[in-house]
């Protein structure tokens, strides 16, 4: 290849790509960052529409926290124990399968959503996602009794797992490379808004309401997906040349001159088509190792950082606490969304990198400091202190992460995977996303009961080594196309594989 070869056929040598690649990606390609066509309204309102799915998302999410007690109580689930301790672990059993469940079909989802994209593209998987979601609702709302309340959440987790690939995916696919990480990132602050609504409502309302509430996203979706683009990236990819060109055409402005950036389009789906048509098998190639390490990397060290333990069961860590579960689930509520608004600002600006690592370190603070409560609790220090502390760290773990490690992880797999890969590569990450979170799921009650400040303890000691994965997860920095950063992450020559 030509050591100066460019534009986003993602066939760069190792040696251009550090001066290449500048901050603000205008260096070595023909579309650069100060060339990019000025954000449309279409660009605007595909994207509202889009992020529909991700507020449903968060509903989703904070949905089995408020609603813990009143199902209990109405559906009589808590009635089967005969003693204390075994009435304790009865409750503790049976909520954890039901909040768990909704990572049971995300897991699930994820063997095919990536497939299910490609296959009848963004538009289609997202509009499929939500009719699931929307029967979950239904379910749930209309529940009898644990089977009915079981499968909404599984159906919940079904379109969920397809929503988390589809959505990013598209964003970054529709919007112009000097705006795509904030936009990517605005995924992240629609789930914060429906996870802080949801816990809002649901100190307030029944749970059977909250779940309606939770199934109007869903239809505003379903209707307003009528009224978007298609993806252009993948009308290119099926070989769909003349909607191609009309769609980008919208996307960018009837004033803009399309044809450098759909040249550079067409010439790096090409060119990563002729390689191969992916399997899972596939992704295992050395060529692939950088770029599949760093997402499966990233989604891991999210999971295992306890971010359901937090989201699901925050009301049982207050009371444990000894701290008021209204005023706290709150208070979390309230500090995310200004935190994930930021976040937002400054992914573009920032970059990638110091975000995750600031984040990162805050979070894994934060659970050494829960894990030094509740021991203290334990040996029964410092009483009026602790609930104090564990308020605190639990405010603080949720700043932190709403800042970086919520949203960052899902912007960076959009965008380091090339074309011919990225259905297979998508289903892979999100399937290991899945799979751990279920995993932290239905393990932290069990974990809690077996030792509070143990349990805290390994989620901080496991954020330390997201230091590890950081130094290498952020290829994909502000101002640099999609395809560029795919030539960073997974360049075909061997020598930056490092």
């Not at 001066?19 to 509202?48: I, K, R, Y």
């Not at 579960?325 to 976040?343: D, E, K, Y």
Request: glycine fraction near 10%; charged fraction near 10%; charge should be neutral.
């Amino acid at each position: 290849m030509e050591r100066g070869s460019s534009g986003e056929d993602g066939l760069l040598t190792s040696a251009l790509l550090p001066e290449e690649v500048s901050a603000h990606g205008n260096h070595g390609s023909s579309v650069t960052a100060s060339s990019d066509p000025a954000v449309t309204p279409l660009v605007v309102f595909s994207t509202f529409i889009a992020v529909g799915g991700s507020f449903m998302t968060g509903c989703a999410s904070g949905y089995s926290s408020p609603a813990e007690s009143g199902i209990m109580e109405d559906l009589g689930l808590s009635t089967a124990a005969a003693s204390p301790i075994k009435h304790s672990c009865d409750i503790s059993r049976i909520y954890s399968l039901f909040g768990s469940l909704i990572t049971v079909g995300g897991l699930i989802a994820a063997l095919v959503n990536g497939r299910i994209t490609d296959l009848i593209g963004r538009r289609l998987a997202m509009w499929l996602s939500q009719i699931l979601c929307a029967a979950g609702w239904l379910s749930i709302a209309f529940a009898k009794n644990a089977w009915w309340l079981d499968i909404g959440r599984l159906l919940n987790g079904l379109g969920i797992g397809i929503i988390c690939y589809a959505v990013p995916v598209y964003i970054a696919e529709i919007t112009p490379s000097s705006v795509r990480g904030a936009f990517t990132a605005f995924n992240q602050f629609m789930i914060c808004c429906g996870f802080s609504l949801i816990y809002f409502l649901g100190t307030i309302i029944s749970w059977r309401i909250l779940a309606l509430i939770g199934c109007i996203p869903c239809v505003i979706q379903i209707v307003g997906l009528s009224f978007v683009p298609e993806s252009p990236r993948w009308l290119v990819k099926v070989h769909r040349e003349k909607e191609f060109e009309v769609t980008l055409q919208r996307l960018r402005g009837k004033s803009v001159n399309i044809s450098q950036e759909a040249a550079d389009i067409r010439d790096y789906t090409e060119t990563f088509e002729r390689q191969s048509q992916s399997t899972v098998l596939d992704l295992f190639q050395r060529r692939y190792a950088r770029p599949l390490i760093i997402a499966v990397g990233l989604m891991m060290l999210q999971q295992f950082s306890g971010t359901n333990a937090f989201a699901y069961y925050a009301g049982s860590i207050f009371e444990s606490a000894g701290f008021s579960n209204s005023f706290g689930t709150r208070s979390m509520a309230v500090v995310q969304i200004p935190v994930t608004a930021l976040s937002v600002i400054l992914t573009d600006k920032a970059g990638r990198r110091p975000l995750l690592m600031i984040s990162s370190a805050g979070m894994s603070s934060c659970c050494i400091l829960l894990g030094l409560s509740f021991f203290m609790q334990d040996l029964d220090h410092w009483k009026a202190v602790t609930p104090i502390l564990v308020y605190l760290g639990v405010i603080v773990y949720s700043i932190s992460y709403s800042l970086g490690v919520g949203g960052l992880p899902w912007v960076i797999m959009s965008e380091i995977f090339p074309i011919n890969i990225k259905g297979s590569a998508g289903s892979l990450v999100t399937f290991v996303n899945w799979s751990c979170s279920w995993i932290v799921a239905y393990s932290f009650n069990f974990m809690f009961e077996w030792s509070a400040p143990g349990t805290f303890l390994i989620f901080g000691v496991h954020m330390r080594s997201h230091s590890l994965i950081h130094r290498e997860g952020s290829a994909g920095d502000q101002g640099a196309s999609i395809g560029r950063i795919a030539s960073i992450t997974c360049p075909f020559s061997s020598m930056i594989l490092v």
